[in-house]
Every structure is written in structure tokens, then in C-alpha cells.
């Protein structure tokens, strides 16, 4: 601890009082109590090998991330509270240089360590009989990123503080739209509903496990009669960044079933009329922010941090002490320099290749990271998958949408399917298929989970379900235990297909495991949750729509009313981002969007113009600064992206969308692109996104426009007139 925050004295939540001359003096050092255990079982059975944090996100481990946030944010002091693999968390810390840091411009980052806690609420009790905190601190998840800019949202807190002492939290939150389909938003989490007052900003209501089959909530009587004017969120993501008084730790201390911190002390301090203490919140519009809290989160963070969402948290710019550095080449492909590559392998968009990594003759790596040492096979094709340091892929394995982890050996012909998880040192033998959305590791399931509010101990004396060896699983009954004598290529399967042994998947089973998966949710199940849609608008009246009050309701609640457009080509761009990194199978967007389309009760046309918003957008993201460079990359996502464009340019009225929003863009949204739209309008009739007719029909419908809706009109005269004469020679050649 720094020799600042040592003059602070005291410790818990009675040393934050003092006088206020002295505080502006001498302030108190910016802490931050880190929860390097997320004390859930979801990237069970990895972690009974190695603690979440330390997972590596793109070749770096999670903590790793959320310390170098903090240190940027202007955090003094760091405190790591550790459970589960403790030592590992703390060896890692010393080897990283983390530990003991110090010194002007350094955060401090101490370790603090029990083994009785169970739960986050456990952590903070003993962060308070500690006395470590001193003031106003961070609160944050080890597997939380972010590029966020602390600033804002501290002096709001601090300035709340002092008009009102019983402001004790804000809860940094983000707009994240959930699908109309699977209400989850993109980081496959639930839903959330939360009642905000638009004027203070003050949390009136939580909840985090609203029933999907109903189209309402039940909100306690008492908050509509003492707050006159609400919004009320469903489109609300909870990034897990806390900025929390010292009184905090104190409402944990003297309320022992806090265990959960939204669940149990949000919920808990929301509905408690006798103490009085409020959270706020504060909505994030600029910057990054997400919590890996699950498989697919895990997937679409890693995506973020490849496609520089999170810069300056990227690949090139940070490594971690252990990591080479890596570059970025064309198409967001990242390298490291000592990568041994093959002529005829091919790497493709948004992939990651570690230091060390050597890939064979012919090999296909697409949408996928790669870790350090691993020695890749001929043939192999690697799709949309996450490949950890030292692994062994020989010849002509496929990998699809999984996650492999450190030191797994797939021998030749193996295939992994979609949704797989293997753990640490798994071997899958020659020709073996691992059936999709399945979980192996050499450590047999415990029998006791039944809580996702448990430690990720290791705990294998605690009892075992009868967990059977892989090939059990197969139904190649006859062969079960014995592999072929053929020597020709034929499958070993019995006991030497697998070593390791495979994890059941709870109560639900494999049904509901897409909801979590790093795979794309599958395209029956999205056909399946878009018929029930399309069945519920058909049903439905306006009384079950919360976002459209009823106009003649002279109720003084105030709903959020934002233009239904809007929030549809929102969630369109969303879910279009999620396509680029493979989040979304591109058989299946069409159907996502045609979701979002009925339930915002849209016409084909809207598709069109939010769809070629979208692809435009990209195509600007990945652009550097140039026009000539921006040309070009819009030309390679047109190119791309060309037959979705036209599922949705069926008419000469829906070309005429895509030609003005593309007016509209140049005009207000995306400026860069007005110089070059003479340039990329025959780009677009190249590629029968839009058509002669539409191109003619919208000249002249300009004719008598003013003389600013005339400018892109003009810029491409050039080519107008050629379509012109072209159409005349046709017309004479007919004769």
C-alpha cells in the first residue's frame, strides 16, 4: 500500500469521514477491490484446472485486461481478492510485475487472499474486516473489459454524494438491445429490466431473471406513486463496474445473506424503505464495456478485441508479460513474426496467430485465434474456434465453433463440432468425432453442482458422477472397447477415442445449450423462435407493447417513446456486427433480421435501407483514413455482402431505399463517405444492388428538388448520362 493511502488511517467505512478542506488537500488514493473469482460454475471444467481470470482472451489472460483498465483509468491502489486456485492468481501477479508495483504514475496491486468465502458477498467482508478500503472505491470482475473513461461517471458520483449522503452506488450500464428471438442480448445473457428515473438517474427497479413468456412486469405499486416520471429498460446490458461509497462494504458486513451483488444486496437495497440508501446509475455512451460471463460472451469479446472495439486494448498495442508481440496485417489479421505458415494455408478475417505456431500445407484458419506452440497439420480446417497454447492438430482435423484448450492433442481426421469445450491435456484419436456442444476433460464431474453460486474449487473428493469414457457416448455399440486392426484410416473409437471423460449438461441437457455456446445458435432453433414471434404478432394487441403508452391513458407515468426505426436499425447494425465476427451464421442473419422486422411491424423496404446502413458502416470501421482506402474497403464489403443486399432489393422501391439512406448517410451520419458517392454508385449498379431503373426513376425525381437535395445528383452526372446513352443505343439496336 502506498504511504498516501497509509495516512488515511483507519479502515472499513467509518474512515471515509473527514473534513472536507482536508480532503481537498490531500485526497484520498482511487481504489479498487478486483473479484478474481467469479463464484459460478460456467466455464466448468476448465476452471477446476485454472481460475477464470486467468483464461487467456485473445493470447492474454482476462485479469490482464481489467488491471491495465484500471491502472489507465487512474486507479492508486488495486486490491485482488482470490479463492479458488489462489496461488495461481498470486503467481501470476508476482511473474507479471503487478504485484509490489509503486511509484508515480504505477497502481498498487495487493492480493488479498481467504479460502472461506463461497460468494461475492463473502469477498467483501472480508475486504471490510481487512480495513484496506479507505473511501470511494472501483468494484470490478476479473473477466470484465473495457476502455472506458472513468471521469464522467466519478464526478457525478462524487458530486451526488454530497448533495445526498444516502447515494451510495452507480452502476455503470450500456445500451444493448436483446433479441426479439431469444431475449438475450449479444453476450448471451438474459434480459434485463430496469426502472431508471430519467431526471436523477436513480435505480427504482431491478431484475435480472424477468419471465420471458409473459409480455409484462409487475412492479411494486409504491414506486409508480412515489416517482411520477420512470423509464423503464429492457434494452439495458449491466457492464459489472461499480463505483460504491464505503458504506458498501459496511451493508455487506451487517447483512450476512447478501450473497449475490444484484440479486441479493441490489434487489435487497431497492425494496428496503428503512434505510433509505439509493443506487444510481450511469448510462455508457462512448467506450467499451462488457463482463465475460459466459461461453458466448467469451466469443463475442473476443471478436471485439480483434475488430478494435476495445482499443487501446488490442493485440498490437498490449501483451501481456508472457506474450510475444503480435501485428496487425490486412482484413484484421494478427501475427506474431516467428509464425511458420505454409504457402498454399490460408489465414482468413479476424483471425489471431501466436508465437511459435507452425500451420501445414493446405490448412484453412477462419475467424479463429490461435494460440503460442501449437503445430497445425495439413488440411486441417479450423473455423470460428479458439486454439490454446501447445495444442496438436494433425491432418485433416476440423474444428468448428469450439474451444480447445491448452495442450490437446487431436490426432489425424478428427472432428470437433460445433459447441465443444475440451479441457486442459484431452486426446481425441484418429477419426473420432466429438458430438456437438460436448464438454470433456481428464477431471471427472463432481457430483455436487448444483448451485451456480459456488466456488470453482477442484474439489473432486466431494464425489464423482458416474461420468463415462467418451466413446460411450457413440453408438457404435458393437466396437465400443476395442479399436479396428485396420491400419487403412478406419476410426478408433473404445477406449483409446478419448482420453477424458464426458461432462452431462445439468437438468436441461444439450437443448439448451446454443443459449450459452460459443456455436451460432442453430438455424432450426431460430426458424423455430421466429415462428413463435410471428404467431404473437398476429396475437397481440397494444396493451402488450410497454414501449407504446396508450395515447389516451392519462396516467402521469412517463414511458421511454424513442422512434421504433431507429431502435430496429440499431439492432439490425447489432446483429450484422455479430455476422462479421461469426457470431452469426450468415444462412441464419437473414432470418434474425426478418425476426427483428416483425416484431417492430416494418416493411421489406426498412430492411433494406438498415441493412445497407450496416454493411456501409463496417466498411467505414475498417477503412484507416484515406478516400482511396475507404473505396476500397467499402468496394470489398459490397463485394461480400451483395446477395443479402439483394434479398432485400427485390423492387425498384427498395433500390430506392438503399439510394436514400446512401443519400442520407453522406448528408448527417457518415460524412466520409460523401466525397466518394459518384464513386461508389456504379459499385452498386455493378453489383445489381440497385438497378438502372432505380438509378433514372431517382434523377428524376430530384428534378425539381431544391438545390441541396440535388448535390449528390450532380456529383454523379457523369455516370447518369452514361446510363442514359447506354439505354439509347439498346433501344436503337432493337430497332
Known sequence: MSKKSRSRGGGGAGAAAGDDHEDLARPPPLQAVL??????????????????????????????????????????????????????????????GWAGKAGAGSMAVTAVESHDAISAGDALRVIYERGVIHGDFILISGDTISNMSLKDALQEHMDRKKKDPLAVMTMIIKHSKPSILTHQTRLGNDEIVMAIDPETK??????????????????????????????????????????????????????????????????????DDIMGYKIYTHELRSGYAARIDNFRSYDTVSKDVIQRWTYPMVPDVISSRDCSESRLHRQGIYKASDVTLSH?????????VGSGTSIGDHCKVLNSVIGEGC??????????????????????????????????????????????????????????????????????????????????????????????????????????????????????????????????????????????????????KLEELQHAVSEDDGSEDESNNPTQPDKDDSSDIAVEDDDPFSKFEKEVEETFQRALGGGVNRDNLILEINGLRLAYSLQHADCAGAVF?????????????????????????????????????????????????????CQETTKEFSPLFSKILPFLYDTEVVSEDAIMRWAEEKEHADESDKVFVKQSEAFIQWLKEAEEEDDEEEE
Open 344 to 352: 498454399s494455408a490460408q489465414i482468413g478475417a479476424n483471425s489471431v
Open 202 to 271: 436513480e435505480l427504482l427497479y431491478y431484475e435480472d431473471r424477468a419471465d420471458n413468456s409473459h409480455l409484462y412486469v409487475t412492479i411494486d405499486k409504491d414506486i409508480l406513486t412515489n416517482n411520477p416520471s420512470l423509464q423503464l429498460h429492457n434494452d439495458m446490458e449491466d457492464c459489472y463496474i461499480d463505483i460504491c461509497s464505503p458504506e458498501v462494504l459496511s451493508l455487506f458486513t451487517d447483512n450476512f445473506d447478501y450473497q449475490h451483488l444484484r440479486r441479493h444486496f441490489v434487489k435487497g437495497l431497492l425494496v
Open 375 to 524: 503445430k497445425i497439420g495439413k488440411n486441417a480446417l479450423i473455423n470460428g474456434s479458439y486454439i490454446w497454447d501447445n495444442v496438436i492438430i494433425e491432418d485433416g482435423c476440423k474444428v468448428s465453433n469450439s474451444l480447445v484448450c491448452g495442450s490437446v492433442h487431436l490426432k489425424a481426421g478428427a472432428i470437433v463440432e460445433p459447441g465443444c469445450v475440451l479441457s486442459f491435456n484431452v486426446e481425441v484419436g484418429k477419426n473420432v468425432v466429438v458430438p456437438a456442444h460436448s464438454k470433456v476433460s481428464l477431471l471427472p464431474q463432481p457430483s455436487n453442482e448444483d448451485s451456480d453460486e459456488e466456488l470453482e474449487y477442484a474439489d473432486t473428493n466431494s464425489g464423482v458422477t458416474e461420468s463415462p469414457p467418451f466413446s460411450s457416448m457413440r453408438s457404435n455399440g458393437d466396437q465400443a472397447t476395442v479399436p479396428s486392426e485396420d491400419e487403412s484410416g478406419t476410426s478408433e473409437i473404445g477406449t483409446c477415442g478419448v482420453v477424458g471423460y464426458i461432462w452431462t449438461s445439468g437438468d436441461t441437457g444439450i437443448l439448451e445449450e446454443w443459449r450459452q455456446s460459443i456455436a451460432p445458435i442453430p438455424k432450426e
Open 613 to 665: 446502413y450496416s454493411v456501409m458502416k463496417s466498411a467505414l470501421v475498417a477503412a484507416q483514413s484515406t478516400n482511396d482506402t475507404l473505396l476500397k474497403t467499402t468496394a470489398e464489403a459490397l463485394g461480400k455482402w451483395k446477395d443479402l443486399l439483394r434479398n432485400y432489393t427485390k423492387t425498384v422501391d427498395e433500390e430506392m431505399e438503399i439510394l436514400l439512406k446512401f443519400e442520407e448517410m
Open 35 to 96: 473479484l478474481a473469482d467469479s463464484f459460478t460454475l460456467k466455464f466448468r471444467p476448465i476452471t477446476l484446472e485454472r481460475p477464470k481470470v486467468l483464461l487467456p482472451l485473445v493470447h492474454m489472460p482476462m485479469i490482464e485486461y481489467t488491471l491495465t483498465w484500471l491502472e489507465s483509468a487512474g486507479v492508486d491502489e488495486a486490491f485482488v481478492f482470490c479463492c479458488a486456485h489462489s496461488h495461481q492468481v498470486k503467481e501470476y501477479l508476482e511473474k507479471s
